[in-house]
């Protein structure tokens, strides 16, 4: 009995001690880290680099279609002819609906690079624009800065494998202006999340009983510890306004998976009107996320998100 007490209370010590060092080291404030290159992006048409806008000047277009993109020279290409096709289409009909779509190419290794800029030189760099990181952020950190770095009065960020009908983003903008509503336009607050939530029976007798389990208590922890208003928070297909964006990005710690729970968990704490559309979406081949060890991941940073804000050790910045 003694025995069993001792060993309660070491890993009981051993649970505080590992608490105390996660608050002790956790930066209380957001930090962005930008390298000088980071700042710029190629003009194909005449060679230069040009510099990329902040998220703090005035909007100078409708939309911005953010782009996240790792290794992705096989399944960019689709999309961005699905994208681009849709938003010419919808310019045709109405010379306001002015966009531009940037690709954040997430320190990869293949020629995800060349693939955007190739259609900066087809659509000009007015619309279509490369970010190339330096190194490899993770997608919360490539979406970050690829919002940082946008013209548009609303924003959306959507996975560069093209599993999301992207012309289901009107259907998003419908429920955007619907958060908006009794808000002053410019100053304007609301994130809308696309949705799988109504595929999840389907998904569900796909999979194995172990990748349930894990689904389930991944949607659970989401649920009890980060953000209740959204029930599919990993879907990579939100829209947002840009006093939204203005103020959550540069409030985001988590640049791995996680970062979308955190984006939510951050507009709630800041009571931003959030809304969820289902779309239509299917599995493409080429995922970057290990099923089990990626759920595993964001089940732990789930946890310490809760655990961060809770203490104090993580703070929101409210930017006016």
Known sequence: ??????????????????????YITSVTYAKVVRFKEENFYLNPKSGEKEPFPSIE???????????????EEKRLPAMLEECLHYLEEKLKTNPENTFEVIIVDDGSTDK???IGLGYSEKYG?????????????????????????????????????????????SKLQENLQQLMKGQTRDAALGLVC???????????????LFRTLL?????????????????????????????????????????????????????????IPTGEVSVRWMEIEGSKIVPVWSWLQMG?????????????????????
């Open 1 to 22: 009995m003694m025995l069993l007490f001792v060993l309660a209370f070491v890993v009981v010590c051993a649970i505080l001690m590992a608490l105390l060092f996660i």
């Open 57 to 71: 000047d005035e909007p100078t277009v409708l939309l911005s279609v953010i782009v996240p993109a790792y290794n």
């Open 112 to 114: 995800t690079t060349q």
């Open 125 to 169: 760099s007015d619309k279509v624009r490369v970010l190339t990181l330096s190194n490899n952020r993770g997608k919360g950190g490539a979406v970050r800065l690829g919002m940082l770095s946008s013209r548009g009065k609303q924003l959306l960020f959507a996975d560069a494998d093209g599993a999301t009908t992207f012309e289901d983003i």
């Open 194 to 208: 696309g949705s799988r939530a109504h595929l999840e029976k389907e998904a569900i007798a796909s999979r194995s």
């Open 215 to 271: 689904m389930k208590g991944f949607h659970l922890l989401v649920w009890l510890f980060a953000a209740r208003s959204i029930r599919d928070t990993q879907c990579g297909f939100k829209l947002l306004t840009r006093p939204t964006a203005k103020l959550c990005f540069p409030n985001l710690h988590i640049e791995r998976w996680a970062f979308d729970v955190e984006l939510i968990y951050i507009a709630e704490y800041l009571n």
């Open 300 to 320: 732990r940073d789930l946890l310490l998100i809760w655990f961060r804000y809770t203490t104090g050790a993580w703070k929101i910045r409210i930017h006016s």
